[in-house]
């Protein structure tokens, strides 16, 4: 489709819808051929960049917007350019028809022939023509549409230049289509596919598409009620860009591309065949929203399960640990006694050695417990003094010893 251009000479612009800012503008394009010498005896090679530079430099003051190379041959170049207006488009052509390019290292001059380029857009007879040509079918005359055309089919249209104003979402509107394309007569049907969340599986492409400079773009369908708003349509498109003019006064226009619908795009046939293709793909989300749900179910349950053994691993290894801990404590046990009772085996009870230990041990056993009376009693005695010290209010007598405290109410010179 091309780029969506600044534009900056809206002169020759044509509302088409005020509430959308949305306009027609014509397309201005100049078709230019530099045709080479039959036999040109050149002594260097030269590019097109090069003979570019020569037409830019015949047209001055005056540019075009955008310029191209469109085809090559032996025989001729061709370039296709455009400018602002249509006005600034025959002002080109006078300065470039039948006029020569000279270039270094070519004996012959180069002819230039510049015609105004004519739109790619179909004609009333080749509508016929296409509807001739087409297979007549017994929908078509059940419903009396073999013979007139009344569906045109968009593509290029900018997304964010059909959505809802006040609105985040860039995505367009078939109600706004609606609004802008009726200002030709009443519409019968609208389809804008790429708001069918399942259309692009069932054409099997891509719908989203964009221009040059990051515009999303999306293709239509719009089916008039009446043949003569068709045909107004379709004469009125014919040769124009899309103009959108921002509320700061700057505009930016775009090539659409308009034709006429050769797909039977509304009729009985398709819209049925698009109904159950879409049942069909609505029924295959809804099993595979189906298989994911049992996969999550099947993966908590798997969780569950393995969290459970886990735990219960986790409880027979704190069993096992507690069981060796005992069966460690009850091996200890007999050792110590068996070590106990060598020890005794060593010392008989009738040899005079075992007799002597016992009667140390005997000793020793009474002078602890005499020792650890002697000491109850002195920390017996020390808490008890403590206890009425504490009770007793205790102060310094200057009349007595400088070193001796006395309760204040037993002094006797005080």
Not at 76 to 98: N, P, V
């Amino acid at each position: 489709m091309g780029a969506a251009g600044s534009v900056y000479d809206n002169s020759e612009a044509m509302e088409l819808c005020a509430s959308q800012h949305l306009y027609l503008k014509p397309v201005a394009k100049l078709t230019i051929s530099v045709m080479f010498p039959e036999h040109t005896e050149s002594t260097r090679s030269f590019s097109k960049w090069e003979v570019m530079d020569k037409l830019k430099n015949m047209i001055c003051p005056d540019q075009f917007t955008t310029v191209r190379v469109s085809k090559s041959t032996k025989d001729f170049i061709r370039f296709e350019g455009e400018a602002e207006t249509k006005r600034l488009i025959l002002t080109l052509k006078e300065k470039l028809h039948g006029k020569v390019i000279k270039l270094n290292g070519f004996k012959d001059d180069l002819k230039v022939m510049a015609t105004e380029a004519h739109a790619d857009f179909p004609t009333p007879q080749e509508w016929a023509s296409y509807l001739n040509k087409r297979e007549i079918t017994n929908e078509d005359l059940t419903e009396q549409t073999a013979d007139i055309p009344d569906c045109i089919y968009f593509e290029g249209l900018p997304c964010k230049w059909f959505a809802l104003k006040g609105s985040n979402s860039e995505k367009p509107s078939e109600d706004v289509l609606r609004v802008v394309f009726e200002s030709f007569g009443k519409i019968k049907n609208i389809d804008i596919p790429m708001l069918d969340p399942y259309r692009e599986e069932m054409v099997g492409g891509n719908l989203n598409n964009f221009l040059f400079g990051g515009l999303q773009t999306f293709e239509a369908f719009v089916q008039y009620q009446e043949y003569t708003a068709f045909v107004k349509a379709m004469e009125s498109l014919r040769g124009m860009k899309l103009m959108f003019k921002g509320d700061d006064g700057k505009a930016l226009a775009c090539n659409m591309k308009v034709t006429f619908d050769t797909t039977k795009h509304f009729s009985k046939g398709a819209i049925k065949k698009r109904r159950l293709e879409r049942q069909k793909l609505q029924e295959l989300e809804q099993e595979r929203k189906r298989e994911k749900k049992r996969e999550e179910e099947e993966a908590a349950r798997k969780r569950r399960d393995d969290e459970k053994i886990a735990r219960e691993r986790k409880r027979k290894a704190k069993l096992k640990r507690r069981e060796h801990r005992q069966i460690d404590r009850d091996e200890k046990r007999p050792r110590k006694q068996q070590k106990v009772t060598a020890e005794e085996e060593q010392w008989p009870e009738n040899m005079p050695e075992w007799e002597e230990r016992k009667y140390l041990l005997a000793q020793r056993r009474v002078e602890s417990i005499r020792l650890l009376t002697v000491l109850l009693s002195r920390v017996k005695v020390r808490i008890f003094f403590k206890n009425i010290l504490l009770e007793a209010r205790y102060v310094f007598c200057p009349h007595c010893s400088p070193w001796k405290v006395v309760p204040e109410l037993h002094c006797s010179d005080g």
